[in-house]
Nanobody, 122 residues
Framework: QVQLQESGPGLVKPSQTLSLTCTVSGGSITTSYTYWTWIRQPPGKGLEWMGAIAFSGGTDYSPSLKSRTSISRDTSKNQFTLHLSSVTPEDTAVYYC??????????????WGQGTQVTVSS
C-alpha cells in the first residue's frame, strides 16, 4: 500500500516561497511510468493541478503557475518537494500530493496524501 504524507509550514508570509514535501512509503517515486503530483484546493473552489514530477525526474507544470512553481525530488529519501514562489493570499489552500499510476494520465490518481492547509498571511 502506497502512502503519501505532506509536510511543511502552515503559515507563509506574502512574497515568500512556499516549500512542501511529500514523503512516500510503500512504493518508490522511481517506479516506471508513475507521476507524482501536487494539487491544491483553495477555500470554496475546486481542485487545481499544479504540476508533476515523473519517475524519470522530468517535470511538467500548470501553465498558470509555471513561472512560480518548481518540483524537485530526493530519491534517497523517496520524497518530492513543491516550491511556489512569490506567494499571495490567493495561494491559501489545502495542498495535496498524489500519484498517477503507471500508464494513466492527468486526472487519474490512485493514492493521495491527507492534505495540508497552507495560509498566506502577514
Amino acid at each position: 500500500q502506497v502512502q503519501l504524507q505532506e509536510s511543511g509550514p502552515g503559515l507563509v508570509k506574502p512574497s515568500q516561497t512556499l516549500s512542501l514535501t511529500c514523503t512516500v512509503s510503500g512504493g518508490s517515486i522511481t517506479t516506471s511510468y508513475t507521476y507524482w503530483t501536487w494539487i491544491r484546493q483553495p477555500p470554496g473552489k475546486g481542485l487545481e493541478w499544479m504540476g508533476a514530477i515523473a519517475f524519470s525526474g522530468g517535470t511538467d507544470y500548470s501553465p498558470s503557475l509555471k513561472s512560480r512553481t518548481s518540483i524537485s525530488r530526493d530519491t534517497s529519501k523517496n520524497q518530492f518537494t513543491l516550491h511556489l514562489s512569490s506567494v499571495t493570499p490567493e495561494d491559501t489552500a489545502v495542498y495535496y500530493c498524489a500519484r498517477i499510476p503507471p500508464n494513466y494520465g492527468l486526472g487519474t490518481y490512485d493514492y493521495w496524501g491527507q492534505g495540508t492547509q497552507v495560509t498566506v498571511s502577514s
